[in-house]
């Protein structure tokens, strides 16, 4: 059974991790030769609500401008909602400021989309996963914090030897790796990816969802993956929300979606994927 | 777009409030001489001094000089009178105006003319001898002093003193009215001596400027149609590379309009930049302000220009 | 059917001398494409697709590439070619359509005067009837109102629209072949179905052959008759595209179909990653450049250069492998029943020494 706000679904006890209210965010539009008025707003998240339970993997699927990654951006506070609300971990964290925003910080992290820009290339590695340590005045003791972080660098697959490159002399997936090491260096509760492989080739794509899927049984994250490729989400999520202009069309477990969509937009969505008119794809048994 | 032009000229206008105010506190705060000294003088008596102080108004408060000023600026756009000449500034600023309109355009025209296409040859051309001796000719260029180039002109060129006598020398400016071949051959040196560095910029400038084109995705299509290079080049790739060109030409005339002071000055040409120099030496205020807010005026009018140069060229900037 | 092929590429070798080394590209290919057929290449970054289909339309020369081998189109020889015969045959004969259509198109001049160049660089046309082409084409390539729209320019069109146009574009001289590189890369799911569904289309009505080039396995199984797999330079595996997902031969194509998700068919509980990455083309792993990523890679894999041999029984399927064909049926059968790399090799056996 699939419902539209996908609320009360979850089948593990407890209370949500996020939990998500009729969020809503408009960038507005001005015009005006010497005082900027506002005739109007883009409606980029308008009226989104869900929540995701501990310990659960969420796929958050869509086109160009749906409004997955400013959802993704409101979650993480890095964009102040203009209507809604959002809890954490119990606490409405929707208009939090300062020194209790920066605690939440600690428990939600992000891996972001392109690992050629998403790293400084003027640091190193080893300095770049350490930088969550030194903004929370963690590991205060230099040689304790290269140990962490080279432990982190080992869990997810990096040479720990590596510490002093830079991201220049990684690929594409490793780069991901480090990406994925600074992430969980705080030990977060709460991992949002928002198209962390779409700029991988295809045949490293693996190692990196793989990677994500390990780390997340080995930390107990939640995780929230946000990807156009419907085939990725139905790989990785437990449940899956289909986003479209702002708002979310259908929001359903996975077997569910992609056996029977109800949402017009999500069997149009998934009978657009190549290849996927014809079995070609598929390994027959 | 239109709205992106008022919105452009008002701050415009807002700008040359700001530089007006600042030229003139500048000048009045900064111990520069007394003017009043300077026109009075080596060996006048206190009382002289103080009563052409009282003359040209430097008794009263800053403030009151400040309004005085302004109001007589932006009311009747009255510049005020020079303390040295007595001579209106506005007349005076008239007066030179041509030669330095006439040396600037002609300079800027020749360094077009030439740093353009040879910048254009050794984007295409890379690392071959021609692009090498080009911008090396440009380093040299770049890095000469124009009053050294100047100078050496005359020393070679100049029909009076120099070793082959070529070129009408240092002086010999008129206006295009009283006799056009005079005031074009009196030009020729000095526009080529104030093209020289220029062009050796925009040469690299739109060198390196063509080299990015030129690796741009729709280049790579353009001869995938089938294009011949010249078209690919000429109608794809410099249009789109223009634009640092445009920017620096704005400020370059700009500036230059409110006048070439070294090229003016080594060959003697009744510009506004010798205008500047002296009214500096003297301290005469009014004419310093004066030429100032024309450098402001020049480069923001310039400017404009350029930024709707840009959104004729470029229709993504129309539309925004 | 005609039986001689309208493109036939015979051991092409591309080599660009750069400050860090050679840069091998592309390796010894060889490929036909048929009138009116479909052809596609697929490839990861670094397997040299582009740059074959770069040299195809003679666009390497520029880059100071070193070529060698033959491309025959229609029986004449592109490479030996001078720069003008080849242009006269690039936006005419030979079409191209690339990846990027935002970057691809020039931003400063309207769609249909970019439409229109491209028609009188090849045919002599007074501007009036080459615009009226341009709104025909426009229309045909689906682009509504194209009337007014011949007058707007890239940035005022969607992606899909302007992929559209470029697809446009390159068709306007009729050409015979059509190269399409990574045609939908940039776009939504839904817009590339549009696209492919266009591609499809149009090559019906005009007869014409095209090689499409992604990484995209689903595009490929949407759009092609035949499909080439390149890895690090050259090609490992072509076979008509039913075999190629019904029965692959190469190590390297059961590596990338065992490691990306799928829509249908059950959910896998963990993808089988191909370990490490493509190799750099500088320094290309010896022998059979696949060997170091390769699960059933044999000693002397390192040494010997695999040649492209058919497969038993299938002639228009052909391999470039070094392991023998009925070791690789086992693998195949045993990968297929869903057992990972390390499990086939232990129930197939060591594959040389096999009783």
Known sequence: MSTAAGEGLGTRPGEPLVQVRELVKHFPITRGIIFQRRIGATKAVDGVSFEVQRGETLGIVGETGCGKTTTARLIMRLLDATAGEIRFDGQDITRLKGAPLKAVRREMQMVFQDPYSSLNPRKTIGSIISEPFAIHGLHRDSSERKRTVRELMDTVGLNPEHYNRYPHEFSGGERQRIGVARALALKPKLLIADEPVSALDVSIQAQVLNLLRDMQRRFGLTLVLISHDLSVVRHMCDRVAVMYRGEIVELAFNEELYSQPSHPYTRALLAAVPGARKDRRTIPE | MTRY?????LWGVVLLILVSALTFILFRI???????????????SPAVVAALRRDLGLDKPLITQFWIYMKNLFLHFDLGYSYYSTASVKSLIFDRLPATVSLTVGAAVVWLVVGLPVGIISALRRRSKLDRASMGTALVLVSAPEY??????????????????????????????????????????????????FAAVYARLIRGSLIETMSEDYIRTARAKGLRERRVVLHHGVPAAINPILTIVALDVGTLLGGAILVETVFNVPGIGRLSYDAITHADFPIIQGTVLLVALFIVVANILADIAYAYLDPRVRYS | MSAEPLLRVEDLHVEFPTEDGVVHAVDGLSYDVRRGRTLGIVGESGSGKTVSSLTTMGLTRRMGARISGRILFEGRDLLTLSEEEMRKLRGNDIAMVFQDPLSSLHPLYRVGAQIVEALRAHRDVPKAHAHARAIELLGLVGIPDPGRRVNDYPHEFSGGERQRAMIAMALVNEPKLLIADEPTTALDVTVQAQILALLERLQRELAMAIVIVTHDLGVVAEMAEYIAVMYAGRIVETAPAERLFSAPEHPYTWGLLKSIPTLEGPRVQELEPIPGSPPSLIHRPSGCHFHPRCPYAQPEHARIDPRSEPVPGEPAHRVACLLEPATRRRLWAQLRAGWTPAEALIAVGSPEGQA
């Not at chain 2, 900064?30 to 006048?44: I, K, Q």
């Not at chain 2, 070679?156 to 056009?180: E, H, K, M």
Request: hydrophobic share 50%; proline share 7%; charged share 15%.
């Open chain 2, 5 to 9: 032009i008022i919105r452009r000229i």
């Open chain 2, 30 to 44: 900064l111990p520069t001489a007394d003017p009043a000294r300077l026109r009075a003088g080596r060996n006048a």
């Open chain 2, 148 to 197: 050294w180039l100047g100078l050496i002109c005359l020393y070679l060129f100049a029909a009076d003193i120099g070793q082959l006598r070529v070129f009408p020398g240092s002086g010999s400016y008129v206006g295009i009215t009283s006799d056009p071949v005079k005031w074009l051959t009196s030009l020729i040196l000095p526009w080529f001596v104030l093209a020289a560095s």
